[in-house]
T-cell receptor, first 114, second 116 residues
Framework: EAQVTQNPRYLITVTGKKLTVTCSQN?????MSWYRQDPGLGLRQIYYSMNVEVTDKGDVPEGYKVSRKEKRNFPLILESPSPNQTSLYFC?????????????FGPGTRLTVL | AQSVTQPDIHITVSEGASLELRCNYSYGATPYLFWYVQSPGQGLQLLLK??????LVQGIKGFEAEFKRSQSSFNLRKPSVHWSDAAEYFCAVGANYGGATNKLIFGTGTLLAVQP
């Protein structure tokens, strides 16, 4: 089944404790992206990747890191999480670069930073 | 700057009634427009999309949307709502900065409640 998977689905952590949220897609997509969803703000892009070893900042990259060492995986790293990073995070992927291509979303990771 | 506005934060309709969710966009070029649905605890599922051509677009689950360039709108409609349609709906515009990114710019969402 074609899908985007994220782990963990739920995470509660404390300020400053490094964490990684994994994202994996099995559709051989080149383009992957991370969004965060906050009430009243919709979804905002954090980082995106156009292909292996090619990443760039989105609208709200502060406090986050990403890497793209393999085509299928695009982990989101919070080196020192803070409470303002409490949010619902979505990974997305699409086959090619370009606004006409449909992006497929993972199920989301709900992160709480205490 | 590109933006998407969904004026209705929360809408309640009766099962079997018709539905229209509003979406207005601001984008300098030809917009690529999407509607996604998010069921509780789920990710986002694409309902439909508009790139060009016929301004009335058919999607899954009986939804349709009409692109009106003169009004900068892309409203989502369904003639008869089912209880399973209760979810949050997001309108989005695809921002393509010369091919550098295919970021989606989302509206803030409309939460749909369906009453029996």
């Amino acid at each position: 089944e074609a899908q985007v998977t994220q782990n963990p689905r739920y995470l509660i952590t404390v300020t400053g404790k490094k964490l990684t949220v994994t994202c994996s897609q099995n559709m051989n997509h080149e383009y992957m992206s991370w969004y965060r969803q906050d009430p009243g703000l919709g979804l905002r892009q954090i980082y995106y990747s156009m292909n292996v070893e090619v990443t760039d900042k989105g609208d709200v990259p502060e406090g986050y890191k990403v890497s793209r060492k393999e085509k299928r995986n695009f982990p989101l790293i919070l080196e020192s999480p803070s409470p303002n990073q409490t949010s619902l995070y979505f990974c997305a992927s699409s086959f090619v670069l370009g606004s006409t291509d449909t992006q497929y979303f993972g199920p989301g990771t709900r992160l709480t930073v205490l | 700057a590109q933006s998407v506005t969904q004026p209705d934060i929360h809408i309640t309709v009766s099962e079997g009634a018709s539905l229209e969710l509003r979406c207005n966009y601001s984008y300098g070029a030809t917009p690529y427009l999407f509607w996604y649905v998010q069921s509780p605890g789920q990710g986002l599922q694409l309902l439909l999309k508009y790139f060009s051509g016929d301004t009335l677009v058919q999607g899954i689950k009986g939804f349709e949307a009409e692109f009106k360039r003169s009004q900068s709108s892309f409203n989502l409609r369904k003639p008869s709502v089912h209880w399973s349609d209760a979810a949050e709906y997001f309108c989005a515009v695809g921002a393509n900065y010369g091919g550098a990114t295919n970021k989606l710019i989302f509206g803030t969402g409309t939460l749909l409640a369906v009453q029996p």
